[in-house]
């Protein structure tokens, strides 16, 4: 049974820094792994997929890897803002497009 | 830009009443699903649904849930008799395939 885990459940950083955020998995027979933001008491936001066969995709400050083969991905959040502060969220997609979650990040961004 | 809806926003019921929660996937989309996450805790996966079918289903997904695409556009969730546990925000998610899934913004069920 794939399981998910995100480390630290909470971080905290002064406005302009770099977020790194980790995401590893225990079965790396997955299709993809795709990261969400989610504002307290909101929807998910998709921020970036990265399919199984790629090591890395970047959305203007926002840029995530992927180490299939050691369980791990880790989203980089350049320059942080207030903005940025939220829940992230990765999850990983197996045969039959089923997503499993870990339990988040919670970040805030002090300006 | 096209988006997955999801109505109502916020559903209050009586224990052991039935509940319809529905969702519009995006239009050119094949596959939805249905997750939940109770307050504090994961989000997890409940169903697939391709083809007029059930995909997969979770362990949670037992015989209280159902699923069902009534016309072309809306996709549901009906839980048959409410319970408590059962209170937890339900999410609709929908994609073309092994690709990005978008979620709507979820309905907050509250079972009294």
């Known amino acids: 049974k794939q399981e998910v885990t995100q480390i630290p459940a909470a971080l905290s950083v002064p406005e302009g820094e770099n977020l790194v955020l980790n995401c590893s998995f225990t079965d790396s027979a997955i299709y993809n792994l795709q990261w969400f933001r989610q504002d307290p008491g909101k929807g998910l936001t998709s921020l970036l997929l990265i399919q199984s066969s790629q090591r890395e995709q970047t959305s203007g400050r926002l840029n995530a890897s992927l180490d299939k083969s050691s369980g791990r991905s880790t989203l980089y959040i350049a320059a942080s803002q207030p903005g940025d502060s939220a829940t992230y969220l990765c999850a990983v997609g197996a045969a039959g497009n089923k997503l499993t979650f870990g339990g988040g990040t919670r970040v805030l961004v002090k300006p | 830009e096209p988006e997955v809806t999801q109505t109502p926003s916020h559903q209050v019921t009586q224990m052991g009443q039935e509940v319809i929660l529905r969702c519009v996937p995006i239009?050119?989309?094949?596959?939805f699903y249905w997750y939940r996450q109770i307050l504090g805790q994961k989000v997890e996966f409940l169903v697939s649904f391709y083809n007029n079918e059930i995909s997969e289903k979770s362990e949670i997904f037992d015989d209280q849930f159902s699923v069902e695409r009534p016309d072309g556009s809306n996709f549901t969730l009906k839980i048959r008799s409410t319970k408590l546990e059962d209170s937890a925000m339900y999410f609709c998610?929908?994609?073309?395939?092994?690709?990005?899934?978008?979620f709507g913004p979820g309905t907050r069920l509250t079972v009294l």
């Open positions: 239009s050119n989309h094949l596959y």
């Open positions: 998610a929908s994609n073309a395939g092994y690709n990005e899934q978008f």
